[in-house]
């Protein structure tokens, strides 16, 4: 049973439009993160947040924005679409080191 | 420049078999390592985990070896099943990277019945 939930599951939209991808956990978690993910190619960290109105840039740039309001949701937006942000996104929480990440379904986008 | 590799991008293997999926990584500070499962249109599940104290952790057919000085671990599956068939991930964490794991690109495992 999932804690940590991803909507929309798949979403394809046009260039230059404004999208909110939703990740949202049951369990409490201080530390959340948002993780993009190409065929063949390695997670990249693009945002976390260690706690309420902690948000920070990950080690890949990203045209996106996040914000954590509140503990168990960690949005991350997309103010103007393109084709390179076609990818898969992943939402991951985690309480302390020793018990990893638990990671949602993730959300594939297409930019067409 | 990637902290953590995977060389194999793919690996097939007869049912019944073991599988061997390796991973190495730069980052000498790196003391705990974990191994994701990740089928197609999901997220990746926890597989198995270990700490730099030790060398082997087993988990019913899963174990995992970490030879530090070569800066390697190995992921090992016996004996293979169908349902095993998915891309594993190995990540890397240390001390000062806090809870933040460094992933590798993924092996492609495809066990064959």
Redo the contacts between chains.
């Keep these: 049973e999932a804690d940590?939930y991803?909507t929309p599951?798949y979403l394809v939209i046009g260039t230059g439009k404004k999208i909110t991808l939703e990740c949202s956990q049951t369990m409490g978690h201080d530390?959340m993160?948002w993780?993009q993910q190409d065929p063949?190619?390695?997670?990249h960290?693009i945002h976390?947040s260690?706690g309420v109105n902690s948000t920070e840039k990950g080690d890949l740039s990203s045209e996106s924005t996040v914000s954590r309001i509140r503990t168990e949701h960690f949005p991350l937006t997309l103010e103007s679409a393109r084709p390179s942000h076609t990818s898969q996104y992943?939402?991951?929480s985690?309480e302390?080191?020793?018990d990893?990440?638990?990671?949602?379904?993730?959300t594939?986008l297409t930019v067409v | 420049d990637q902290q953590v590799k995977q060389n194999s991008p793919s690996l097939s293997v007869q049912e019944g078999r073991i599988s061997i999926l390796n991973c190495d990584y730069t980052n000498s500070m790196f003391d705990y390592f974990l191994w994701y499962k990740k089928y197609p249109a999901e997220g990746p599940t926890f597989l198995i985990s270990i700490s730099s104290i030790k060398d082997k952790n087993e988990d019913g057919r899963f174990t995992v070896f970490l030879n530090k000085s070569a800066k390697h671990l190995s992921l090992h599956i016996v004996p293979s099943q169908p349902g095993d068939s998915a891309v594993y991930f190995c990540a890397a964490s240390s001390l000062n990277t806090g809870n933040q794991f460094y992933f590798g690109t993924g092996t492609s495992l495809t066990v064959i019945p």
């Design positions: 940590i991803q599951r530390k993160y993780y063949g190619m390695e997670l960290l976390y260690y992943l939402c991951a985690s302390r080191r020793g990893g990440y638990t990671f949602g379904s993730g594939r």
